[in-house]
């Protein structure tokens, strides 16, 4: 079953404000990823952070890790009309089989 | 390759037909994931191999669903007489190294669509 929880579902913007997803895990965990999943289309890679660090940043991408509260946040700044699509967080257990265990997303949209 | 190759990209059966998909991973990587995504959102882990060895088969549903990874061949998922809760798009992964820190790259998926 699913261990991760995403919030909002769903999220609408304009272009150029900035996005925050949310997403909450139960169990102990090695690492957190984000992907992104265009309609129709796998899903990319865009980060991972590791259970020992707190924040990380790629180009537009911050993510935030806080273990105690077993929670992370993906902040997109500066959104663009690209950036629309479904995005997902992904753990691996420590001590486990490296299979990952996804949240259910939140489908975002920016408006141009 | 340099991406994770899935085959067909649709496949439509009727119900108790046998489906079979295939994943060629990027070439390099030894671990090859499968999941499931029902209704476009929960994936669903199902098997992960090492090699042509299965590394985890926790997810597979007992009956009904199998998979290879065959030297020199694409990875395969196949499932018996399938039922109407098979619709779905399968995803194969593959990644370097099945360890921390390791990022899986994903293929575009098989939509199967059981009529």
């Known amino acids: 079953s699913q261990q991760g929880e995403e919030d909002p579902q769903a999220l609408s913007i304009q272009e150029g404000e900035n996005a925050t997803m949310n997403c909450s895990y139960k169990t102990s965990i090695n690492n957190l990823q984000w992907y992104r999943q265009n309609s129709g289309r796998g899903l990319v890679h865009l980060i991972l952070i590791r259970s020992n660090e707190r924040e990380k940043h790629s180009g537009r991408l911050r993510v935030t890790l806080d273990t105690s509260k077993k929670s992370s946040s993906l902040l997109i700044t500066a959104s663009r009309a690209a950036d629309t699509a479904s995005y997902f967080c992904?753990?691996?257990?420590?001590?486990?089989?490296?299979?990952?265990?996804f949240g259910q997303g939140t489908r975002l949209t920016i408006n141009p | 390759g340099e991406e994770v190759a899935q085959t067909p990209k649709h496949l439509v059966r009727g119900e108790g037909q046998k489906a079979k998909l295939y994943c060629a991973p990027i070439k390099g990587h030894s671990y090859v994931f499968w999941y499931q995504q029902v209704l476009k959102n929960e994936f669903k882990f199902l098997i992960s191999f090492q090699n042509e060895n299965v590394f985890d088969e926790t997810g597979m549903p007992k009956e009904r669903f199998s998979a290879k990874c065959l030297p020199n061949s694409p990875c395969s998922l196949e499932i018996q007489a399938t039922k109407l809760e098979d619709s779905a798009v399968y995803f194969c992964a593959s990644s370097r190294r099945n360890v921390a820190n390791q990022p899986q790259h994903f293929g575009d998926g098989t939509r199967l669509s059981i009529l």
């Open positions: 992904a753990t691996d257990r420590v001590q486990g089989a490296q299979k990952l265990v």
